[in-house]
Nanobody, 124 residues
Framework: QVQPVEYGGGLVQAGGSLRLSCAAS????????MAWFRQAPGKEREYVAA????????NYADSVKGRFSISRDNAKNTMYLQMISLKPEDTAVYYC?????????????????WGQGTQVTVSS
């Protein structure tokens, strides 16, 4: 059973930082691209960032460029999202996703495995 699990969400003040982790069990993710998406209440799921299987290429949504950093440790089967300078509009449930391809994609429909999500709340 493939199951990504997210960790690290919480409540933080605007301007603060958080680090999310995604641990994938039941799957060796070293061959697969991974990504973070988020979904705010009443809104569609939104692409945040992605990283190729080897970790050499990353991509970010314009709304988080310069503030978020995606990385991975394939030896630990884990992906990370370091978030700084958080804004109230970053408030959402953040989801980890795994794509059965070495290449990244920005569409949620291209990802095969999803975590349950972790809540990030940024207060003003």
């Amino acid at each position: 059973q493939v199951q990504p699990v997210e960790y690290g969400g919480g409540l933080v003040q605007a301007g603060g930082s958080l680090r999310l982790s995604c641990a994938a069990s039941g799957l060796n993710v070293s061959r697969y691209a991974m990504a973070w998406f988020r979904q705010a209440p009443g809104k569609e799921r939104e692409y945040v960032a992605a990283i190729t299987a080897g970790g050499y290429t990353t991509n970010y949504a314009d709304s988080v460029k310069g503030r978020f950093s995606i990385s991975r440790d394939n030896a630990k089967n884990t992906m990370y999202l370091q978030m700084i300078s958080l804004k109230p509009e970053d408030t959402a449930v953040y989801y980890c996703a795994v794509r059965r391809s070495i290449m990244i994609h920005t569409w949620p429909s291209e990802y095969n495995y999803w975590g349950q999500g972790t809540q990030v709340t940024v207060s003003s």
